[in-house]
C-alpha cells in the first residue's frame, strides 16, 4: 500500500509513520516542521519505504504516483501552537483539505482526516456521542482550531457524499505518550516537564475539570483500523476513563516522585468543563477500544521525558533529581534510572 501521510514529524503522525513502516507500506510524510521535529523521525530516514517531503500540505510539490491512502494529520494542535499560528491553522484545515481531498479522488484513495474531540466544544452532552453538534464559540481564542476542524470535517462529509470518495473522520480525543513536545502547553506535557523540573503544576481552578487520556499505541491502532475499513464516521477515538485534573497532576508527582506543588490558576477562557468519548461506535465498528492503563502509560511518558538529552542537560532538572530526598523521606529516582525503567512503580 503506497501511503501519504501530511503532519509527519508531529507526535502522532511520527507513530503512525512507524506503523504504516512496519505493516509493510510505502510511506511519504509530509510535514513543513512548523510543529512537528525532525528528532521524531530522524530513525525513518534511511529505511528504503519511507520518504520524507520537507513543506506545507497546501502547496508543496507531491510525488506524482498513484496513492492508495491519504491521511491528512497535519495541523497545530495544541492551544498555545494554534494560536501561536492562527492563520497557517485555519489554511492547512481548509485549503489543505480541499487539496488533498482532491488528491484523494484522483486516486481513488482512502482518505482519513485527523479530526479532534474540540469539535464538540463546552459540551452540553456528556459522554460525547458523534451525533451531538457540539457548542462552540466560533470567534473565541480557540476558534482558529475548533471551528477549522469543523469545516475540514464538512469537505470531506461533502466529497464523501457528493462525490463518493472513500473516506473517514477521526475525532482524536486526548492522546498523550513518547516524542509528545515538552513546550506543547498540553496537560500532561505540561505536567509531566513541571514535576520532572521540582516546578509546580498549574491547575486551572480547583481541577475537578474532566478528560480522558488515551496512550498513543492505541490511538495508532484505531487509526489504522479506520484507515482499513469502510466505515465513514465521524467517529471517536479516545479512553472513556474520566479523569479529573487535580487527580492526574497527583497521579504525575507520585509516578515521578517529585516534590513538585500543586498551584491553582484561573480558567482560560473557553476551556471545556467535561471531555469523554462515547466510544460504542468505534467498538462496534472498528472492533477497538484502548487498552493500556493511565498509569501504564503515563510511567512510559515519564521515561521518555526523563531519558532526553535536553532534560539531561537541564541544572533544574539535575537538581530535582539529584537532590537527595523527597517527602517522607524517600530517595529521589534519578533520570538515568528512570530512562532504563528502574524505580519505577
Keep these: ?104 479522488c484522483a486516486n481513488e484513495a482512502r482518505f482519513v482526516l485527523a479530526s479532534t474531540s474540540e469539535v464538540y466544544g463546552d459540551a452540553e452532552v456528556h459522554p460525547q456521542r458523534e451525533t451531538y453538534w457540539g457548542n462552540v464559540n466560533p470567534i473565541g481564542p480557540r476558534s482558529v482550531y475548533d471551528e477549522a476542524k469543523r469545516y475540514a470535517e464538512c469537505l470531506v462529509s461533502t466529497y464523501h457524499r457528493r462525490l463518493g470518495l472513500r473516506s473517514c473522520i477521526v475525532r482524536i480525543f486526548n492522546t498523550y505518550g513518547p516524542r509528545m513536545d515538552p513546550e506543547d502547553g498540553r496537560v500532561v506535557s505540561s505536567f509531566v516537564t513541571s514535576a520532572l523540573a521540582g516546578r509546580p503544576l498549574e491547575v486551572y481552578g480547583e481541577g475537578r475539570q474532566t478528560r480522558s487520556f488515551q496512550y498513543i499505541d492505541d490511538l495508532v491502532a484505531g487509526v489504522l483500523r479506520c484507515m482499513n475499513d469502510a466505515h465513514h464516521g465521524p467517529i471517536n477515538l479516545g479512553n472513556p476513563h ?76 539535575a537538581a530535582a533529581f539529584h537532590a537527595g530526598a523527597v517527602a517522607n523521606g524517600d530517595r529521589a529516582a534519578t533520570a538515568s534510572e528512570l530512562s532504563n525503567g528502574r524505580s519505577m512503580p
Design 1 to 104: 500500500m503506497n501511503v501519504l501521510l501530511t503532519g509527519a514529524a508531529g507526535f502522532v503522525g511520527s507513530h503512525l509513520c512507524d506503523r504504516l513502516v512496519e505493516a509493510g507500506c510505502r510511506v511519504t510524510g509530509v510535514d513543513n516542521l512548523i510543529t512537528g521535529r525532525m528528532e521524531n523521525i530522524e530513525h525513518l530516514l534511511e529505511v528504503e519505504s519511507f520518504r520524507f517531503v520537507h513543506g506545507d500540505a497546501c502547496d508543496v510539490p507531491l510525488p506524482d504516483e498513484r496513492w492508495d491512502a491519504i491521511l491528512h494529520f497535519a495541523s497545530p494542535a495544541s492551544p498555545p501552537k494554534y494560536q501561536a499560528y492562527p492563520l497557517q491553522t485555519l489554511r492547512i484545515n481548509s485549503a489543505g483539505t480541499h487539496r488533498l481531498l482532491d488528491l484523494a
Design 242 to 317: 474520566e479523569v479529573s485534573v487535580l487527580e492526574l497532576a497527583e497521579l504525575v508527582i507520585e509516578l515521578t516522585r517529585s516534590r513538585s506543588a500543586i498551584e491553582h490558576w484561573p480558567f482560560p477562557e473557553d476551556d471545556p468543563v467535561r471531555r469523554r468519548p462515547d466510544i460504542t461506535r468505534a467498538r462496534r465498528e472498528l472492533g477497538w477500544a484502548p487498552s493500556v492503563p493511565l498509569r501504564e502509560g503515563l510511567t512510559r511518558t515519564i521515561r521518555y521525558f526523563a531519558g532526553q538529552d535536553d532534560w539531561k542537560r537541564s541544572s533544574q532538572i
